[in-house]
């Protein structure tokens, strides 16, 4: 899942190589004499931590050096060129699906999701309105959310939707949604956002699920 957060180097340098040279280059370290061109898959569980248990790496179950690599990889893919990208992976979609709504929304909000998305997000409706969180539900074709996105805190478009394939006007919904004040995330599994480009229309949170694109 990849947002906006702060700039880096990497993301200005991945801009200026072509789509089959960031392909295989994407997430890479520096050049480093005498070092392996592919870092290696770290597995540890314990790192040394000197004094006061602070910094990158403190135990495996929370920041990895191979996660790190995976995620600079995927925000160099998914938003080259763009400023201010943070990734993050999860163990899985719905896993990713999950920390986004249970973080952006609270008890009051309304949530606008898609009725013909991902099985497994149904799951979800029960446990957002036990939290007192309003959900509503429009199809993705024919950009039908907008029909009940007014008052929304966050709008859940997911395009094409999975597995009907149906799609929507991803820029209309964003400047929509923006203009209510609404948060907007973008589910784009089966396209990715290598081949979508929400970065290019607004300020979104895509969330591809990674294990499933």
């Known amino acids: 899942m990849t947002h906006q957060e702060h700039a880096s180097g990497p993301d200005r ?3 200026a190589l072509g789509d089959g040279t960031r392909a295989v280059r994407a997430g890479l370290p520096e050049p480093v004499k005498y070092e392996p061109t592919l ?15 602070t910094g990158p790496y403190t135990y495996g179950r929370d920041e990895n050096p191979t996660w790190t690599h995976l995620e600079r990889a995927i925000g160099e893919l998914e938003a080259p060129g763009e400023e201010g990208v943070e990734t993050l992976v999860f163990a899985s979609g719905m896993a990713a699906i999950s920390a986004v709504l249970l973080s952006q ?11 013909d998305g991902y099985q497994a997000l149904p799951l979800l409706h029960e ?18 959310q907008l029909a009940v996105l007014e008052g929304a ?5 997911e395009t094409p939707s999975n597995p009907g394939l149906d799609v929507c006007d991803i820029r209309r919904l964003v400047r929509e949604a923006h203009a209510t004040g609404a948060l907007v995330a973008v589910d784009n599994t089966l396209a990715t956002p290598s081949a979508s480009g929400p970065w290019s229309w607004a300020r979104t949170s895509p969330s591809p699920a990674t294990p499933r694109a």
Request: aromatic residues 8%; glycine residues 14%; hydrophobic residues 40%.
């Open 127 to 144: 446990q957002l309105r036990a939290y007192g969180i309003e959900v509503r539900t429009a199809p993705t074709g024919g950009d039908g």
């Open 13 to 15: 340098r991945a801009a």
């Open 39 to 53: 870092p290696g898959p770290v597995f540890a569980a314990h790192f040394h931590l000197p004094g006061e248990p």
């Open 153 to 157: 805190r966050l709008l859940w478009i």
């Open 105 to 115: 929304v609270k008890s009051g909000d309304a949530v606008v999701l898609p009725t």
